[in-house]
């Protein structure tokens, strides 16, 4: 069982559309979230971190975090073409390994014009 | 300032041989981090390093594979023996503590031939 599963790809929105990209992770001490953009050919970069429960804002991105629900979720607004790659969700361990981020195998975004 | 640093960029080695791959992390970070990305697929944690403390290993594929950081800085990883599935992209992720953002370097692409 992955510890954490994003939502299936790819998937593909018009521009300035909302783009939503969930996440859901198994272990309940994970305490901190991130989402990563990847474009194809080069290394993650971060677009967002989450600790607490609730929404998290910044510019056209917002974090959601839902830990009774073990549920994460990226949304974009105003979707931009440069917004299409690869985005990677992932969560710290719990306990001594806090860490250790376990990705999510990545959900593909196309923004089409 | 400065990110991190990975090298080679490129690595193409035959069956059997031994490869290093090196890291330079963030300055001042105390955490550093391996990770493994084979075509298409998420990111496979590797080994991470906290300080002077024992590194977690627990994601390493298998005897073949080691790592050490020196002065607490620079990292190698060794590949023993290299064989076909290890052809990969090796990341490499620094962190000021464990368990916030991690900063990724460029990737060094392995192939075994």
């Known amino acids: 069982q992955k510890e954490v599963e994003q939502n299936s790809g790819p998937l593909s929105v018009p521009e300035g559309a909302i783009a939503s990209l969930n996440c859901t992770y198994s272990?309940?001490?994970?305490?901190?979230f991130f989402w990563y953009r990847q474009y194809s050919g080069k290394s993650p970069e971060l677009i967002m971190f989450?600790?607490?429960?609730g929404d998290k804002e910044d510019g056209r991105f917002t974090a959601q975090l839902n830990k009774a629900s073990q549920y994460v979720s990226l949304l974009i607004r105003d979707s931009q073409p440069s917004d299409s790659a690869t985005y990677l969700c992932?969560?710290?361990?719990?306990?001594?390994?806090?860490?250790?981020?376990?990705f999510g195998q990545g959900t593909i975004l196309t923004v089409h014009p | 300032g400065a990110g991190v640093s990975q090298s080679p960029s490129n690595k193409v080695t035959e069956k059997g041989k031994d490869v290093e791959l090196r890291c330079d992390p963030i300055?001042?970070?105390?955490?550093l981090y391996w990770y493994r990305q084979s075509l298409g697929q998420g990111l496979e944690f590797l080994i991470y390093?906290?300080?002077?403390?024992?590194?977690?290993k627990s994601g390493l594929p298998s005897d073949r594979f080691s790592a050490e950081r020196t002065g607490g800085s620079v990292s190698t990883l060794t590949i023993q023996r290299t064989q076909q599935e290890d052809s990969a992209v090796y990341l490499c992720?620094?962190?000021?503590?464990?368990?916030?953002?991690?900063?990724f370097g460029p990737g060094t692409r392995l192939t075994v031939l």
């Open positions: 992720a620094s962190s000021p503590p464990p368990g916030t953002t991690q900063y």
């Open positions: 272990d309940r001490g994970s305490q901190s």
């Open positions: 989450i600790y607490s429960n």
């Open positions: 992932a969560a710290n361990a719990g306990g001594t390994s806090y860490g250790k981020l376990t």
């Open positions: 300055s001042g970070h105390t955490a």
């Open positions: 390093f906290q300080g002077n403390s024992a590194p977690d």
